[in-house]
């Protein structure tokens, strides 16, 4: 069995008073693939942002523990340093601050060493050159005039560059091309390996091709109703989700 390294309890949280999540309960464990599916509106980004610990959510009651250290006192950028990394859904563009100032500078924010440049430069270039980022994109302002493929791939590059223990990716596969989805596939496969994990929104599951997935969940009114192997995504790529519907309305 894995050793754990996310532990989601009865999570009940919610926006502006509206509960969303409503008892939500899962676990990771250290080198396992997760992947969320789910209906539009289901909770899916919510439970992201709220186990990275974005303000904009309310935890009501329940726990996350992240290598059994309680995550909910910690403030964003605190989960950040203990190895909790978010691939946003639709990235933001950051005027000011280049490509290879904000990961350098993340990565030693995380890590609390000085981060050597040429070394850094040196790693930075070849990442890019594998997803197909041109190598001028790390002095441009992060995600400014990029394309949506571009701002998606710029995204893998920091998952790779900053090597988190565990990626949350919020489609971050959405609204990519054959080829941008093949980019983003490989680069995810070569980020996970033993050691960290990866928990995987996604509507187009083409991103998990490269992947070995360990466990589905279903996500419906912001509660797990199903769970099950790589064989759930291939019953749920045919059928759509009206057997799991069907159960719920019983």
């Known amino acids: 069995m894995s050793e754990k390294l996310l532990e989601v309890t009865d999570l009940h949280a919610g926006v502006e008073g509206k509960?969303?999540?409503?008892?939500?309960?899962?676990?990771?464990?250290?080198?396992?693939?997760?992947?969320?599916?789910?209906?539009?509106?289901?909770?899916?980004?919510?439970?992201?942002?709220?186990?990275m610990g974005h303000p904009k959510?309310?935890?009501?009651?329940?726990?996350?523990?992240?290598?059994?250290?309680?995550?909910?006192g910690l403030k964003t950028y605190e989960r950040a340093r203990k190895?909790?990394?978010?691939?946003?859904?639709?990235?933001?563009?950051?005027?000011?601050?280049t490509v290879e100032n904000m990961i350098r500078t993340s990565k030693q924010m995380i890590t609390g060493e000085r981060v050597k440049l040429i070394p850094f430069r040196k790693e930075l270039?070849?990442?890019?050159?594998?997803?197909?980022?041109?190598?001028?994109?790390?002095?441009?302002?992060l995600n400014v005039g990029f394309s949506g493929g571009e701002k998606k791939r710029n995204e893998i590059l920091q998952l790779l560059m900053l090597n988190p223990?565990?990626?949350?990716l919020d489609e971050t596969d959405s609204g990519l091309d054959v080829d941008a989805v093949r980019v983003v596939?490989?680069?995810?496969?070569?980020?996970?390996?033993e050691n960290n994990s990866c928990l995987?929104?996604?509507h187009n599951t083409r991103i998990l091709e490269d992947l070995n997935v360990d466990r589905v969940h279903v996500l419906m009114g912001g509660r797990i109703v199903e769970e099950g192997g790589p064989?759930?995504?291939?019953?749920?790529?045919?059928?759509?989700?009206?057997?799991?519907?069907?159960?719920q309305a019983k």
């Open 231 to 247: 064989e759930l995504v291939n019953e749920i790529n045919e059928n759509g989700f009206a057997r799991i519907l069907e159960a």
């Open 57 to 72: 959510y309310e935890v009501t009651s329940g726990s996350i523990s992240f290598e059994g250290e309680d995550l909910l």
């Open 19 to 51: 509960e969303i999540l409503k008892g939500l309960s899962l676990s990771v464990g250290k080198g396992e693939v997760h992947v969320i599916l789910g209906p539009n509106g289901s909770g899916k980004s919510t439970l992201m942002n709220v186990i």
């Open 125 to 141: 270039k070849a990442m890019m050159a594998e997803l197909q980022i041109k190598p001028e994109y790390a002095g441009r302002y």
């Open 83 to 97: 190895g909790l990394f978010l691939s946003f859904q639709n990235p933001e563009e950051i005027p000011g601050i």
């Open 185 to 193: 596939s490989e680069g995810v496969a070569k980020f996970h390996n």
């Open 200 to 202: 995987i929104i996604t």
């Open 165 to 168: 223990k565990l990626a949350l």
